[in-house]
């Protein structure tokens, strides 16, 4: 079946302007994250959300970061006024629910390089 | 808080073991991940260990977990050339009940033929 994707693969933007990330999950997973990885890191915790609700946010580094995910399966990932430290891989994971192992499916990433 | 380390870089040579070392400091973490992230590829689950277990084998695959020290450890078998990838090391911290995942930054294993 098809995997986690994620749109776009590569956005490249201007340092202050505003972009959106977008994930797919796995059909009727009801769990999905997004997290961020840095060149030589691995990847950082941003947000959890269960259904439609953000769960958890409490890896978002500051208010210009927010997420949505309104009907519970597509989820997207809004930056605003971009700042060259926000250059990084931004990895979304689905799973089927909370549960243990709580085994996430992870997409290729989108990467972002803020000019 | 919630830290993981890996050592950085491994080599070895073809057909011999390869074994990844990893540490973290938080003792009511409930669950250890490896995962496997090639060049273009979505990181992949390669196995996970429950916190009451000492060892786990799948294939060629042995996970040694030290829950005293900390320490958690991959083997892999007959390493192949294919096995060159970065390995990450993750736990689920015990206060969290959402499954995020602490990464720590990756071991690079280099296969030599």
């Known amino acids: 079946g098809a995997g986690v994707s994620q749109t776009p693969s590569n956005k490249v933007t201007e340092k202050g302007k505003y972009v959106e990330l977008r994930c797919d999950p796995i059909?009727?997973?009801?769990?999905l994250y997004w997290y961020r990885q840095s060149l030589g890191q691995g990847p950082e915790f941003l947000i959890y959300?269960?259904?439609?609700?953000?769960?958890?946010d409490s890896g978002l580094p500051n208010d210009r970061f927010f997420a949505v995910r309104p009907e519970g399966s597509v989820s997207t990932l809004k930056i605003q006024r971009t700042e060259r430290g926000d250059s990084a891989v931004y990895l979304c994971?689905?799973?089927?629910?909370?549960?243990?192992?709580?085994?996430?499916?992870f997409g290729p990433g989108t990467r972002l390089t803020v000019t | 808080g919630e830290d993981v380390e890996q050592s950085l870089f491994l080599s070895v040579r073809e057909g011999d073991s390869s074994v990844i070392n990893c540490t973290y400091t938080?003792?009511?973490?409930?669950?250890l991940y490896w995962y496997k992230q090639e060049p273009g590829a979505g990181l992949q689950l390669l196995t996970y260990i429950f916190s009451n277990m000492d060892m786990k084998q799948d294939q060629r695959l042995t996970v040694l977990l030290n829950k005293k020290d900390k320490h958690l450890s991959l083997r892999i078998a007959d390493t192949q050339t294919g096995d060159s990838a970065i390995y990450f090391c993750?736990?689920?911290?015990?206060?969290?009940?959402?499954?995020?995942?602490?990464f720590g930054q990756g071991t690079t294993l280099q296969v030599k033929p």
């Open positions: 993750a736990e689920t911290p015990g206060s969290s009940n959402t499954g995020k995942l602490i």
């Open positions: 059909s009727g997973h009801t769990a």
């Open positions: 938080d003792s009511s973490s409930t669950y």
């Open positions: 994971a689905s799973s089927p629910g909370l549960a243990f192992p709580y085994e996430q499916y």
């Open positions: 959300f269960q259904g439609t609700g953000a769960a958890d």
